[in-house]
């Protein structure tokens, strides 16, 4: 790459494919809280058919620890989801940057903005980025980890409380 303009449009296409990484954890999450929400249903349902006495210890035993396993599933899938405010202090690439100037402001700082001042923005911006995909994936995983968990208790508990 032999000038910033070029660098710049390199970095355009890097902080997309960061965005891209954002959005697909969102939609891993989607998947596991979809799953542990039917998973903790049939749980629910299979546990209020009986009546506490015709229920064993054991069945009781199973599904309070694949209803935790799975509460703690959607406790990490929140956390991947939840929106990451924070970012470069002053951004004309990011959107809480460019909303605490009114329009007029904004407009002007980026016209009169230099190259170099705009790659630096958009790299920074990457970096943040980055680490929010990070993070993000860093919930995710942490939250199929306890689906996984939970599915042994889980089919032992319905197991359990099916029983005829």
């Given at each position: 790459?032999?000038?910033?303009?070029e660098?710049?449009?390199?970095?355009?296409?890097?902080?997309?494919?960061?965005?891209?990484?954002?959005?697909?954890?969102?939609?891993?999450?989607?998947?596991v809280?979809?799953?542990?929400?039917?998973?903790?249903g049939?749980?629910?349902?299979?546990?209020?058919?009986?009546?506490?006495?015709?229920?064993?210890?054991?069945?009781?035993?199973?599904?309070?620890?694949?209803?935790?396993?799975?509460?703690?599933?959607?406790?990490?899938?929140?956390?991947?989801?939840?929106?990451?405010?924070?970012?470069?202090?002053?951004?004309?690439?990011?959107?809480?940057?460019?909303?605490?100037?009114?329009?007029s402001?904004?407009?002007?700082?980026?016209?009169?903005?230099?190259?170099?001042?705009?790659?630096?923005?958009?790299?920074?911006?990457?970096?943040?980025?980055?680490?929010?995909?990070?993070?993000?994936?860093?919930?995710?995983?942490?939250?199929?980890?306890?689906?996984?968990?939970?599915?042994?208790?889980?089919?032992?508990?319905?197991?359990?409380?099916?029983?005829t």
């Amino acid at each position: 790459m032999n000038n910033d303009s070029e660098r710049l449009q390199f970095a355009k296409w890097v902080l997309e494919r960061n965005l891209g990484w954002v959005v697909a954890a969102e939609v891993k999450t989607g998947v596991v809280v979809a799953i542990d929400t039917a998973m903790l249903g049939a749980l629910a349902a299979a546990f209020s058919a009986l009546q506490p006495t015709e229920r064993l210890a054991w069945a009781n035993l199973m599904t309070t620890l694949s209803a935790g396993c799975l509460l703690a599933s959607v406790y990490c899938a929140a956390m991947a989801v939840l929106p990451r405010m924070n970012g470069p202090k002053f951004s004309l690439v990011f959107f809480g940057g460019i909303a605490k100037h009114d329009t007029s402001d904004f407009q002007q700082t980026f016209r009169s903005s230099e190259l170099g001042f705009l790659l630096d923005d958009c790299l920074a911006q990457i970096h943040r980025n980055a680490e929010i995909a990070r993070d993000k994936f860093r919930w995710v995983r942490v939250s199929m980890i306890w689906s996984f968990v939970a599915i042994v208790p889980w089919v032992a508990a319905l197991a359990l409380l099916v029983r005829t």
